[in-house]
């Protein structure tokens, strides 16, 4: 029994870090996650470009980068409720900027400059005001909050995985 218990520990741990992982670099919130696949730079750049949810898509041959501007995180997505989320999560819509390098039967995401822009406007909340995920995610020693490492976190790496999980569309297939 605590041998199965242990394999399936290892198992849930190394998902994990294939999922996604916060880090702070020069006070900088940073997220990577690797993900398989099976096509090249250039295919995933047309996969990229097709999806209309990224702008300034630039390929330099070993590295696509891009940005994303106001994309929205809805908690229900995930399972959770908007009231049992903080604000700054639910009540923000997310850019950021992301680079993407590609090796054989995989390409890992790299996603920095964070900016949340308020979607609500109500009290002193106005609607396109933005802010850095910083002022929620970094603590003043240069670490990950606490508070962010529960809920927002495991939200924010749900939906960048699902953002970033890069799959050509079947209605555009060369099958016509």
């Not at 090796?103 to 933005?130: M, P």
């Amino acid at each position: 029994m605590k041998k199965t218990f242990f394999i399936c520990l290892l198992l849930l741990l190394s998902v994990r870090v294939e999922a996604g992982d916060f880090i702070v670099n020069g006070g900088k919130l940073v997220w990577q996650g690797i993900f398989e696949t099976n096509v090249g730079i250039d295919d995933l750049e047309g996969i990229l470009i097709n999806s209309g949810k990224f702008t300034d898509i630039v390929n330099t041959g070993d590295r696509i980068t891009f940005w994303c501007q106001r994309a929205h995180l809805d908690p229900r997505d995930f399972g959770y409720s908007i009231g049992s989320t903080p604000i700054y999560v639910s009540g923000n819509d997310i850019s950021f900027f992301c680079t993407i390098q590609v090796k054989e039967g995989r390409y890992r995401a790299t996603v920095d400059q964070f900016v949340l822009t308020n979607n609500v406007t109500g009290g002193l909340l106005k609607e396109g005001d933005t802010e850095r995920i910083e002022t929620y995610s970094v603590d003043r020693g240069g670490g990950l909050k606490s508070s962010f490492m529960k809920r927002p976190a495991e939200l924010y790496d749900k939906f960048l995985i699902k953002l970033l999980t890069i799959e050509e569309a079947g209605y555009l297939s060369d099958d016509w």
